[in-house]
């Protein structure tokens, strides 16, 4: 497991406002690590409304079937709801007995917390395959509810790290209507993807009153061009887990109630709401497992959005095109090769390509007149953007990812054993 | 470079035997490399007949594009056929002078063969996106075809290599009506994959008198189960090329002329065609870039073949699969989220995941019998097999791998600059 913090963090970490209508907590119930926390406890307020979107995977976690049941019976609880969050244990691909731990873990909180298991929603992280042993979380939870308090953000943020080298926080504050309110963020990563102990969690909570109708809404559409514009290996978790809470109390400052997420006057929230999931994203990409590089592959001029999409990533997934960045070579050749591979339409001679904005190929050759010592000082930079043109029509799309180094082999390969 | 030869290599090298109508040579053109072979001139009798599969990259290599136009009107000629291979430049992505090399590639052997260029056949492999300079051809291709003998097999295998660490041949004899008939075929892999110095070339021979029409149809449905059943990285070459001849010079001997490929008669000769292009595959498996391991992937139950093979490419692409197979670890955890992000209809509660035949899940959990120090002990053998059993129906397929190395990342980290 990799100790070193990763050299592409954020230097800058903002500081985290409460929120109210949200209070944390955190400890160490040794599920899988010593000397760490491994246990999250978000309590939220009486009518909060939940929003949540869920790994494709065709086998996912407990956890993830646990909130998808949530969500389907969702309705805005008069006691309140919770959120608990384990590191250490994906609780993923354990049959039966996965679903009782699942269970009996709501069972615990609802009773420490006094609402139902119903309003409990849970997300795992961890080994697969591994029976979570939930009995853990007798009395942890007790001691979490009465230790819970608005300000532990950080706290947070660590508590559900598995293989991340740092805590990814993100916060942003916005007008709705005249009122001031709060978006904060959480997230862990080290892949969007799944190595066996990373699996892609966030949670993004506001005071903001909106409907769960809306939040949905505006989860569904945000995620689209930023935690699903990201890729580690092309390995998608059986965990993935994004909810979004909203606690409405920045209604009794004034904030207007939003019931649908087209309402004009949630423009500003919509942008900042967006924002915090692109931040929490990036830092997802940043963290990647051995990532030396932060890699943001652009193609325009595509047939479409989806065209583009698809190119992206064929070249954000392509292991040659990721290693040739880990040896700081500006190999076009390669970004050729994954564009070609992706099955869309491309034109090889109207194919261009870009470097941090020195352009190495125009027109389906070598640009005649590109510098290779510009483009080899430029791949020394921690930040590479590969952008390609095709020349085809208005598509356009972004995909984040990093670079593929002998780290993560090491990482990868030594990890479970 | 990695100058090592693959552990995995085959011990057992056959004698390869000569073919009627088939006269090989081969020459140090300097095309890029110092101090070995890099063009491969093979000549064709009169009657030859030809047939080919190709990358269904959409960015083609100019010899790719120049063979496809050559098959389309293709007839069997009467001065007879001729094959140049060139390695350290894929003529791919050249644009305009790409065409003009590839031209001027086939009327320079036209010339020294004496038949037309529109006989000539072409393949490059090695870097993609520099110019071919066709006119160090000028005076070897003479030399070539006055040197040109039936038995310089090995010197032909060697000529293609590009990173491999090992020549790829591979032979069978088997009876056609009552006469003997041989195929001969040589390979360059290092990736079925473009690491922009090793595409997949593969050229198939026989005495067997075919037609072309019959031999495409063989050779399209060969390679499903062979070549398009092998990834090492993901990565799709923009020069994939398989061709095949058949000289017919059997037909002399006795040998039936076959025109269709469901020709009873047929028979053993499409077994043994199949085995030689398996035999191929599974040697470009073996030297993939840094693989310590061969790896089979195996599904079963599923809802079809076709099924089959996307859940089977989805483990053999995994990065983190590969990286545990590299670590040695029966990460079956790992196999589940592959087979969840196939995206095809799994249910995960009627997985069952075998390493090298010993159980470690069933039913969707642990398998509770499993002994640890059995399967790390199996992990530790240099071929894999994974298989996963899902339940669902009959469909079943199998697709060759490697693991990930560190020394995969080093191969393709420090290559090209």
Known sequence: MSTAISPLAPTDVPDMPEIAGVRLATAAAGIRYKGRTDVLLALLDAGTTVAGVFTRSRCPSAPVEWCRARLKDAH?????????VNSGNANAFTGKTGRQAAKLTADITAKAAGCKASDIYLASTGVIGEPLDATKFNGVLETLVSNAAPHRWMDAAHAIMTTDTFPKVATASVKLGKTAVTI?????????????????????????????????????????DTFNAVTIDSDTSTS???????????????????????????????????????????????????????????????????????????????????????????NWGRVVMAVGKAGEPADRDKLSIYFNGIRVAKSGARDPSYDEAEVSKAMKNDRIQIKTTLGLGKGRDRVLTCDLTKEYVAINGDYRS
Chains 1, 2 share one sequence.
């Open 76 to 84: 805005s609880s008069r006691a309140g709801l919770a959120l608990v």
């Open 184 to 224: 904060n963020g959480i997230a862990k990563g080290a892949g969007m993807i799944a190595p066996d102990m990373a699996t892609m969690l966030s949670f993004v909570f506001t005071d903001a009153p909106i409907t769960a109708t809306a939040l949905q809404s505006l989860l569904k559409s945000g995620v689209e």
């Open 240 to 330: 993935d887990t994004l909810l979004a809470f909203a606690t409405g109390a920045a209604g009794a400052r004034g904030a207007p109630k939003i019931s649908r997420a087209s309402d004009p006057r949630l423009k500003a929230f919509v942008k900042a709401f967006r924002g915090v999931l692109a931040d929490l994203a990036e830092q997802v990409a940043r963290d990647g497992e051995g990532a030396r590089k932060l890699v943001e592959v652009i193609v325009e001029g595509a047939t479409s959005k989806a065209s583009a999409r698809k190119i992206a990533k064929s070249i954000a997934n392509s292991p040659l095109v990721k290693t040739a960045i880990a040896g700081e070579d500006a």
